[in-house]
């Protein structure tokens, strides 16, 4: 019955993306919901978008095993970087007109920079993509009690937001992902309320988590554990500001306002509501703590499910599902859609410049079905990677490739294409470096990789400058002898 009702919701949530596909008429309204979505649009669909199965499954199973310290990432890193969105690039953006985040790094920088960034973005979007897939096979899993497996669990999942999300774009995305939020804050907020009810209250299940030094945020005050915390705190807080999904949601706004406001209020909104789950899975220490016990020996992800499924009645596992599949769908639509329209718009156009836009509004829709059909098998092969690393590991790329020149290209006149390429170089090997040899067991790998990044961007914009007026200098002493 539970999964007859899953099902249905799946039918239902495709049948609204595919009414809000027909405001679709040109590569605009599929990228970028033709700059028409209101604040209130801006703000669920950046929430939305953040609220993902790591959220709900990822980070209470990590917040349980290390407290708020080992969930500094996400939601607080993660949360944080659509704050900073919002404040200090959605505004310079969205002034631009641009369709993707590597249409500004050609308007900066030239065509390799351009290709270069856009390569690193799609890339990043692999493992973020490929957890939200890993989740909805562990849901039809667990929904089938065994009888789907995770894998062909991934495949039904996969084919219900391609149903949507190949013919409505950004607009399917956006009205679905309003629907969803709304499901998923009720649905868990109702559930918090019970589960605390079952644990005897909402204070003991806060007692619990204060006897376990679970609030404990910062880490131990060494140096390297220091360097580590807050390598750990920018992956995502720095990482994830130059990528096209949160891109796509700055420039669907239909005003200014709403695209500096709407990051903010989301990313306040998703650090906060993403203690929800948090509550929840302490609350299951309670409720049932040898089975607990066992799970985060085993798999910690399926606590949450767990203690749903045997110890709640069944309007609970309902609404519980609902949330949960709202949580996976609407990340999971939003990141097949961001990479897909990057490569057509920033690297596909390279070699069919003068492509109409009717024909770039089909390449479009193929190449979301292509990069589906590779995040599934790529899902499939790394099965039994936590959601949480998944989706951690995606952003490291892009802090240490894409963040600076985007930063220095927006603030600093004096960035030159040399220097993003140097920066973009620089930052890659680096990080690549210290990935691969003992070094990173000492310094993280990804903090190496944006310090060398910044550098490069100095060395690269400044070097030129410096010895041509060394050179100018030297002729005029020359000159004057």
Known sequence: ??????????????????YAAKRVKNSADYAIAGRGLPLAMIVTTTFATWFGSETVLGIP????????????????????????????????????????????????FGRTVEVVC????????????????????????????????????????????????????????????????????????????????????????????LSRDLFNFWPEPTFKDMLFFFAAAITMMLGSIPQQDVFQRVMSANSVGAATKGPVIGGVFYILFAFVPMFLVTSALIIMPEQTAALL?????????????THMPFVMQVLFFGALLSAIKSTASATLLAPSVTFVENIWRQFRPRISDKQELRTMRVTVLVFSALVLLYAIKTQGTPIYEMVSGAYQVTLVGAFVPLVFGLYWNGATTQGAIFSIVLGVLTWVLFLVTPAGGEFPAQLAGVLAALTGMLIGSLGPQAIKNSHASHHKLAAAG
Not at 8 to 18: D, M, P, Q, S
Not at 139 to 144: A, I, P
Not at 176 to 191: A, C, E, K, R, S
Request: charged share 10%; proline share 2%; aromatic share 10%.
């Open 297 to 309: 020996k085993d798999d910690p992800q399926k606590v949450l499910p767990e203690l749903v499924l």
């Open 118 to 209: 856009s390569l690193i973005i799609m890339l990043s979007y692999l493992g973020w993509v490929s957890a939200q897939v890993t989740a909805l096979g562990l849901v039809f899993n667990l929904l089938s009690q065994g009888a789907i497996s995770i894998s062909a669990g991934m495949v039904i999942g996969v084919v219900s937001i391609l149903a949507y999300t190949l013919f409505g774009g950004m607009w399917s995305v956006a009205v679905t992902d309003f629907i969803q939020m709304i499901i998923l804050v009720i649905g868990l907020t109702i559930l918090a309320v019970f589960a605390g009810h079952q644990a005897g209250g909402a204070d003991k299940v806060v007692h619990l988590a």
């Open 61 to 108: 199973a990590k917040f349980v095993g290390s407290g708020l310290n080992g969930v500094v990432e996400d939601p607080f890193g993660a949360g944080t970087c659509l704050i900073l969105v919002g404040l200090f690039f959605a505004g310079k953006l969205y002034k631009m007109s641009l369709l993707t985040i590597s249409d500004y790094y050609r308007e900066r």
């Open 1 to 18: 019955m539970l999964l007859t009702l899953v099902i249905v919701y799946l039918l239902v949530t495709i049948a609204i993306g595919l």
